[in-house]
């Protein structure tokens, strides 16, 4: 099973980062459009509780239908803290993963990779531990800033960091509707990303992986005892 350390405070948390993301790979393309499996990864949170659940949804790449499911419970193992959280989410989300009997060619998270404040999110941090081709694919631009793309679906246009470096791009997965924000994780291309999110989201703003995650794991906090 794949794990990870739960750093013991903030400061042990930054410095695993700090050192992880030298191991971050960017120069690969990463899988084909459309070809092989496709995982999404998504968590839900039960304060109450002290909960999480992740799940894991594949996906045929070619047709969108579902291959394999798997989801996880456990408690939270770290506070809440702007730009650490990977360490909340990650150890439940390597369980639900390592609950597939089919391997992805790509994970795709609900969230961020490189468009992160210490450009390490959580598709970098789960790329790197698991070695899968990552992305992340978010519902906000969290603290950088794009010019609007175009109406059309498959316009794009920059997210930049304060610095002006390209850390994403904002993404217009349907007509006239509010783009999603794609980012490398590990081992794909920027390019690469975007073609996957517009391919994973042919009716709705959403991708199919992270639509279909979100809702079991949703299910899956409900009807943990």
């Not at 999404?40 to 499911?69: F, N, Q, S």
């Not at 809440?80 to 790509?106: H, I, K, N, Q, S």
């Not at 081992?187 to 042919?202: G, K, Q, V």
């Amino acid at each position: 099973m794949t794990s990870v350390k739960t750093p013991a405070d903030e400061a042990e948390a930054r410095a695993i980062q700090d050192e992880l993301r030298s191991l971050v790979i960017f120069g690969e393309d990463g899988p084909a459009v459309g070809q092989g499996l496709v995982a999404g990864v998504d968590v839900a949170y039960d304060d109450e509780r002290d909960l999480v659940a992740a799940a894991a949804v594949v996906l045929d790449a070619a047709t969108l239908d579902v291959v394999e499911e798997a989801t996880a419970v456990g408690h939270v193992s770290f506070p809440y803290v702007p730009g650490l959280l990977a360490f909340r989410e990650l150890p439940t989300v390597l369980a639900a993963l390592d609950a597939l009997t089919a391997a992805p060619d790509l994970v795709v998270c609900d969230g961020y990779g490189l468009a992160h404040p210490r450009r390490f999110g959580l598709a970098c941090h789960l790329g790197v531990v698991t070695g899968l081709p990552a992305m992340g694919v978010a519902k906000n631009p969290f603290t950088f800033t794009y010019e609007e793309p175009g109406a059309q679906r498959g316009s794009v246009s920059p997210l930049l960091a304060p610095d002006g470096a390209e850390v994403g791009r904002a993404v217009r997965t349907q007509d006239g509707i509010k783009p999603v924000y794609v980012s490398v994780g590990h081992r794909i291309s920027l390019d690469n990303a975007c073609a996957h999110a517009l391919a994973l989201s042919p009716r709705y703003r959403i991708p199919e992986t992270t639509r279909l995650a979100d809702s079991l794991c949703r299910r899956a906090l409900r009807d943990a005892g």
